[in-house]
């Protein structure tokens, strides 16, 4: 892959869903996106249950913001090409889902340095699941939002691959595709943990830059509930 040119990481509860997030993601990318080629990694998304209409609905406004080429990929699955379609992207996408399921296949293939090196060296997407599997205090969430369930279908104890953020991530604070994370919610939910909870709606995004993670700001057009946090 290219030489590191410090992190360009967009880390979203539900997409590219709004004006103010898109133009954040093209702010990152070096070229037009019609002249750029997108990655999407489903890992997370084929392993939850559930209807995956959202799924299809997501694929299709990616594809409307005209992308010169979109491959789709599974790291659960990984083929001896892997590496290379990782270095012919220009931006990695990595959708939802369940976030235990998509750090377990990282940890499992030995993909942390390859998701790392992406994180450097091109604009990185997350959605919901996408923007978690960045924090250190990942496995943490089990206990904290009760996810016993979500984590067991792994098959093995819940890790954190990519501990790049102190920060957790919670996705889909209220209003929002679950309306039932509302500010009481999520509030008796960080009363429980030790460390910084950053509830995001739908609306935003969690936007991470410098070489070392050394700029971590919110950009969007709703809310993000900072608790547990020295600087709220």
């Not at 084929?46 to 409307?64: E, F, M, N, T, V």
């Not at 960080?190 to 935003?204: E, G």
């Not at 830059?209 to 547990?228: I, Q």
């Given at each position: 892959?290219?030489?590191?040119?410090?992190?360009?990481?967009?880390?979203?509860?539900n997409?590219?869903?709004?004006?103010?997030?898109?133009?954040?993601?093209?702010?990152?990318?070096?070229?037009?996106?019609?002249?750029?080629?997108?990655?999407?990694?489903l890992?997370?998304?084929l392993?939850?249950?559930g209807?995956k209409?959202?799924l299809?609905?997501?694929l299709?406004?990616?594809?409307?913001?005209?992308w010169?080429s979109?491959d789709?990929?599974?790291?659960?699955?990984?083929?001896?090409?892997?590496?290379?379609r990782?270095?012919?992207?220009?931006?990695?996408?990595?959708?939802?889902g369940?976030?235990?399921?998509?750090?377990?296949?990282i940890?499992?293939n030995g993909?942390?340095?390859?998701?790392?090196?992406?994180?450097?060296e091109?604009?990185?997407?997350?959605?919901?699941?996408?923007?978690m599997?960045w924090s250190r205090?990942l496995?943490?969430?089990?206990?904290?939002?009760?996810d016993?369930?979500?984590?067991?279908?792994?098959?093995?104890a819940?890790?954190?691959?990519?501990?790049?953020?102190?920060?957790?991530?919670?996705?889909h604070?209220?209003?929002?595709?679950?309306?039932?994370?509302?500010e009481?919610w999520a509030?008796?939910r960080?009363?429980?943990?030790?460390?910084?909870?950053?509830?995001?709606?739908?609306?935003?995004a969690?936007?991470?830059?410098?070489?070392d993670?050394?700029?971590?700001?919110?950009?969007?057009?709703?809310r993000?509930l900072?608790?547990?946090?020295?600087n709220p």
């Amino acid at each position: 892959m290219a030489g590191p040119r410090g992190r360009r990481m967009l880390l979203t509860a539900n997409g590219i869903c709004n004006d103010t997030l898109l133009h954040t993601l093209t702010s990152l990318v070096d070229r037009p996106l019609a002249e750029s080629r997108l990655m999407v990694v489903l890992t997370a998304t084929l392993g939850s249950d559930g209807d995956k209409r959202w799924l299809i609905d997501s694929l299709a406004h990616l594809a409307g913001l005209g992308w010169t080429s979109i491959d789709l990929v599974d790291v659960a699955a990984p083929t001896p090409d892997l590496s290379d379609r990782f270095e012919a992207a220009d931006v990695v996408y990595v959708q939802g889902g369940n976030q235990y399921v998509l750090a377990a296949a990282i940890e499992r293939n030995g993909l942390a340095p390859m998701f790392e090196q992406v994180s450097r060296e091109k604009v990185y997407v997350g959605q919901s699941a996408g923007s978690m599997i960045w924090s250190r205090h990942l496995a943490d969430g089990v206990a904290v939002f009760g996810d016993a369930g979500e984590a067991a279908v792994t098959g093995s104890a819940p890790t954190a691959p990519l501990p790049l953020l102190d920060v957790y991530l919670k996705p889909h604070l209220a209003p929002s595709v679950m309306p039932e994370r509302t500010e009481a919610w999520a509030r008796e939910r960080a009363a429980s943990a030790a460390y910084p909870i950053w509830f995001v709606d739908d609306s935003s995004a969690v936007l991470v830059t410098g070489a070392d993670a050394s700029v971590v700001t919110t950009v969007g057009e709703g809310r993000v509930l900072k608790l547990n946090d020295l600087n709220p």
